[in-house]
């Protein structure tokens, strides 16, 4: 499983730090991470017997990133009234049914799944954008990611006290604190990236390690309910697309607020 493991992370990163020095090629990237992430995301789904809209919610969830891609902003507030439209076409769907059953589950997973997936993933390419982009993305995919190693490598070695046994059984105190040490290091590192003092790299490891792995719980979580292990197979020892950037989902918007707007 480690070896595996290592050989998808090494592929990942590969391509992945491949398409940073490309803004366009890194924003057709998280695209791709997206639409295979919103299909994982609808099977589950769908496993659980809801009858959401699977391909209609890919084809919106992927308008999302490409509209950052190719700078297409009609309004200031376009993606909030972009999502006001896919509710409003979704409610229209709804008269088509031959029964009322279920119409309100239906709706709000398929909107929770472009929101959870697509919006929340493609800060990923609005950070890119950013001045210094491809420093800020290296640093919150560096102090990301390696919470994540750290979490898996000090959590298999010394983990023997759960953390969230109902959630994820196998994830562990010792391993959180692996995590937070790995971001940490990682926050440090990020140094040569980002003009940052060393407190506030410290500070910024420390909140995005939580928000990493409060990500990742939160993917266990709905695994845990739709009864998966995995949300797919596309990587070997690392499972699917969601599994490999659950931890992204949630560190990559507070990152781009806090660098856009706190710090502007």
């Known amino acids: 499983m480690l070896v595996k493991r290592t050989i998808s992370s090494t592929i990942i990163i590969t391509v992945v730090v491949a398409s940073l020095f490309v803004d366009w ?53 376009w993606e909030l009234l972009f999502i006001v439209l896919v509710l409003l076409f979704l409610i229209l769907m709804q008269f088509r049914r031959r029964n009322n059953y279920g119409v309100i589950v239906d709706i709000s997973t398929t909107i929770f799944g472009i929101l959870y ?67 940490i290091l990682g926050a440090l590192a990020s140094k040569l990236f980002i003009n940052f003092t060393y407190l506030h790299l410290i500070s910024m490891g420390i909140f995005l390690s939580v928000l990493g792995q409060l990500g990742d719980l939160s993917e266990s979580l709905m695994k845990r309910d739709c009864q998966v292990k995995d949300s797919g197979s596309i990587f070997p020892g690392l499972g699917g697309i969601l599994d490999a950037i659950d931890s992204l989902l949630f560190t990559a918007p507070v990152f781009y607020f806090y660098i856009s707007v706190v710090l502007r």
């Open 25 to 77: 090629l890194c924003g057709l990237l998280v695209t791709a991470f997206i639409i295979l992430g919103l299909y994982e995301f609808f099977t589950m789904v769908e496993n659980k017997g809801i009858k959401i809209y699977k391909y209609f919610g890919i084809g919106m969830g992927t308008i999302i990133p490409l509209s950052i891609v190719f700078r297409f902003e009609p309004t200031k507030s």
């Open 117 to 183: 997936v697509s919006w929340f993933f493609s800060f990923l390419i609005k950070i890119r954008y950013l001045p210094n982009g491809i420093g800020l993305l290296g640093t919150v995919l560096l102090i990301t990611k390696l919470g994540d190693i750290g979490a898996y490598l000090v959590g298999s070695r010394f983990g023997k006290t759960p953390l969230m046994p109902r959630i994820s059984p196998k994830k562990s105190v010792e391993g959180a604190m692996g995590g937070l040490l790995f971001s």
